[in-house]
Nanobody, 128 residues
């Protein structure tokens, strides 16, 4: 079992920054592949940023490259998503997810974590 709890969402104006946190615990094997997803009303869920912890390899969606940074603090068992230069189109519910997906698929851009563990989400709203 893995437990995930997101925090750090809120409302900001365009150009602002937020840092999301995901406190995680449980079976470390099922936390080897971790990432942030988002879903806006009427849109499909998409992977925003993913990290494979052992190799510190990352994946970013094209829409957030250069603006978002995923990182983790293993001592604190916390995953972060630093979001800079936020845009109204970044408005969504952001979720933290984790599972044991192998390294190559984890950061391929195709990982969906459908069979993994999910947090409850934290809302990010960016106004223009």
């Amino acid at each position: 079992q893995v437990q995930l709890e997101e925090s750090g969402g809120g409302s900001v104006q365009a150009g602002g920054s937020l840092r999301l946190s995901c406190a995680h615990s449980g079976d470390s094997y099922h936390r080897s592949c971790m990432g942030w997803f988002r879903q806006a009303p009427g849109k499909e869920r998409e992977a925003v940023a993913v990290i494979y912890s052992d190799f510190y390899r990352t994946y970013y969606a094209d829409s957030v490259k250069g603006r978002f940074t995923i990182s983790q603090d293993n001592a604190k068992n916390t995953l972060y998503l630093q979001m800079n230069d936020l845009k109204p189109e970044d408005t969504a519910m952001y979720y933290c997810a984790a599972d044991s997906t192998a390294f190559s698929y984890c950061t391929s851009g195709h990982w969906s974590a459908d069979s993994g563990y999910w947090g409850q989400g934290t809302q990010v709203t960016v106004s223009s």
